[in-house]
């Protein structure tokens, strides 16, 4: 059984950054990605990495303000955030893909998270 844990949530004001941390109880060689939901919103897509790192993809919403990147001798992935909005306020997830290549649906991952809150103030 794979076990995902985020860190690094917390409040920030607009314009603030903040550093998720997602790590996986065993070495995955796999795709991952993070997600966020907004209360009363759905799960949305924010970015994407391939097994080596060599790949990534972003939401519209958060390209040029994110960056995923991952450290798989620490079976670690990050998100760094930048510029934060209002509207980034949400719970973030990290899951693992169903393999090694990108993918950005829901669906095509198999283990999640439990979340870690970021808020953004105005």
């Known amino acids: 059984q794979v076990q995902l844990v985020e860190s690094g949530g917390g409040l920030v004001q607009l314009g603030g950054s903040l550093r998720l941390s997602c790590a996986a109880s065993?070495?995955?060689?796999?795709?991952m990605g993070w997600f966020r939901q907004a209360p009363g919103k759905e799960r949305e897509f924010v970015a994407t990495?391939?097994?080596?790192?060599?790949?990534?993809y972003y939401a519209d919403s958060v390209k040029g303000r994110f960056t995923i990147s991952r450290d798989n001798a620490k079976s670690t992935v990050y998100l760094q955030m930048n510029n934060l909005k209002p509207e980034d306020t949400a719970r973030y997830y990290c899951?693992?893909?169903?393999?090694?290549?990108?993918?950005?649906?829901?669906?095509?991952?198999?283990?999640w998270g439990q979340g870690t809150q970021v808020t953004v103030s105005s």
């Open positions: 899951a693992r893909a169903r393999g090694i290549a990108m993918r950005t649906a829901s669906t095509e991952y198999d283990y």
């Open positions: 065993v070495r995955a060689t796999y795709a």
């Open positions: 990495i391939s097994w080596s790192g060599d790949s990534t």
